[in-house]
């Protein structure tokens, strides 16, 4: 687990779609207006939300640092929907529905 929206899956660094989680100390650049929160709680949930099952993503995009960004589930959970329902992460980068 990476932080509370980015994780290894193998050798591909996956970042989830459409939301942006607290960052952990030292990992938020100047001049950029990162997430408020507790980076540890969110990245928790996460690793909480990936135990549950085995883990299926769907690449939508490449990002600017060479991660994949995809919609990844576990055990039928979206992970950027329970990261958000979960207050551990905001919507960011594009729009995803949630139900």
């Known amino acids: 687990m990476i932080d509370g929206d980015t994780f290894d899956c193998g050798s591909t660094r996956i970042r989830l ?3 942006d989680a607290p ?3 030292g990992h938020c650049r100047q001049g950029r207006q990162c997430t408020p929160g507790d980076p540890y709680a969110a990245t928790q ?6 135990s549950a099952g085995s883990v ?3 690449k939508t995009d ?4 060479g991660r994949t960004v995809a919609r990844c ?3 039928g959970v ?14 960011r980068y594009g729009y995803i529905l949630c139900l």
């Open 17 to 19: 779609s459409g939301i």
């Open 23 to 25: 960052e952990l100390p």
């Open 45 to 50: 949930n996460l690793q909480n939300l990936v």
């Open 56 to 58: 299926q993503c769907r």
């Open 62 to 65: 490449i990002d600017k640092y």
């Open 73 to 75: 589930t576990s055990n």
């Open 78 to 91: 979206d992970l950027s929907c329970g990261q958000l329902s979960a207050g551990q992460a905001v919507r």
